[in-house]
């Protein structure tokens, strides 16, 4: 069955650098692969979509890779501020959409 | 426009008693969807629902029933409550995978549920 792995440890950075997260996944080929932001006690937020044809996605601070022969896809935050300070979560379209068990970031002021 | 509700917020059960927990979308979403949250684990879907009077199992299904009696709610129960089902969880709905040029999921704030 898929697998999906996100950074186990959580990501403490200086505000103002770029945060870069990584989500790599087993068994699968998936057409896309999404992204969510999660703060404590909320639901996800969905963030952004990139699809299997895309090398790069981006949306204002944010920037999305997919690359499909090393399956992995990875999520920068650029400029990073203290409000980007969340749990992140990468999700693939299998038995509707299965996610990865996120990574946390703190940002530093 | 309130997006997903869930009610309860928390809830603390003891072994054996039931519950169910009401999700309510106001997007006329098709899809619905129950996940629970624990530690380390991510997300894991329990049921889904592709419409109105549908139900299918997901990952994690045994021990918990649904019903999607109307389109806008979608409810999960437990019959029997155990230890193992304390969790986080949350509720979700979508447009039809591909349709409306969006694949996104909208999530409720999730229920707290405690088995003692």
């Known amino acids: 069955s898929q697998k999906i792995e996100q950074n186990s440890e959580a990501l403490n950075i200086q505000e103002g650098k770029t945060a870069t997260l990584t989500c790599n996944y087993t068994n699968y080929s998936p057409a896309y692969l999404q992204w969510y932001r999660q703060d404590p006690g909320r639901g996800p937020v969905f963030l952004l979509l990139i699809r299997e044809n895309e090398k790069e996605k981006r949306k204002e601070r944010l920037k999305v890779t997919f690359d499909t022969t090393l399956k992995q896809s990875l999520f920068h935050i650029t400029a990073s501020q203290p409000a980007d300070s969340a749990t992140y979560l990468c999700?693939?379209?299998?038995?509707?959409?299965?996610f990865g068990a996120g990574t946390t970031v703190t940002v530093r002021a | 426009n309130a997006g997903v509700t869930q009610t309860p917020k928390f809830r603390v059960l003891k072994t054996g008693q039931s519950m169910t927990l009401l999700c309510a979308q106001d997007m006329n979403h098709e899809y619905m969807y129950w996940y629970r949250q624990d530690p380390g684990m991510g997300l894991r879907l329990i049921h889904y629902?592709?419409?109105?009077?549908?139900?299918a199992k997901g990952e994690v299904p045994d021990g918990y029933n649904v019903s999607r009696l109307k389109k806008q709610n979608f409810l999960l129960g437990l019959e029997s409550a155990a230890p193992s089902q304390t969790s986080v969880y949350f509720c979700?709905?979508?447009?039809?995978?591909?349709?409306?040029?969006?694949?996104?999921?909208?999530f409720g704030p999730g229920t707290r549920l405690t088995v003692t």
């Open positions: 979700a709905s979508s447009w039809i995978l591909g349709t409306h040029q969006t694949y996104e999921q909208y």
């Open positions: 999700a693939l379209p299998e038995n509707k959409l299965s």
């Open positions: 629902s592709v419409g109105e009077g549908t139900t």
